[in-house]
């Protein structure tokens, strides 16, 4: 069974860096794209940034040179630096991922459970 896990997040104040991670297992045939989206409280799911199986990326406006996404295609793993965070990131991150499974023949996303990242001020 394919999974998601994610790890990195936790308490930092405002100015300071975080890295998540994310790590795809199970019977993975392989992965299209990857990213990272966030859901604030009484908010709704938005993109923060994703990355496809060639390195091209796209952020979120917000997030801009601040964050960066990478991947590495052996571990099947997504990363994402954080630097000059802000109270406003606040948020459940998850991981997605446009895979296919083993013994299927299409594409099906995933998501991870989710870290927490909490900026104070």
């Known amino acids: 069974q394919v999974q998601l896990v994610e790890s990195g997040g936790g308490l930092v104040q405002a100015g300071g860096s975080l890295r998540l991670s994310c790590a795809a297992s199970?019977?993975?045939?392989?992965?299209?794209?990857m990213g990272w989206y966030r859901q604030a409280p009484g908010k709704q799911r938005e993109l923060v940034a994703f990355?496809?199986?060639?390195?091209?990326?796209i952020y979120a406006d917000s997030v801009k040179g601040r964050f960066t996404i990478s991947r590495d295609n052996a571990k099947n793993t997504v990363l994402l630096q954080m630097n000059s965070l802000k109270p406003e990131d606040t948020a459940v991150y998850y991981c997605?991922?446009?895979?296919?499974?083993?013994?299927?023949?299409?594409?099906?996303?995933?998501w991870g459970k989710g870290t927490l990242v909490t900026v104070s001020s």
């Open positions: 997605n991922a446009n895979l296919r499974p083993s013994g299927y023949s299409t594409y099906m996303n995933y």
């Open positions: 199970g019977s993975i045939f392989s992965i299209n794209a």
């Open positions: 990355i496809t199986s060639g390195g091209s990326t």
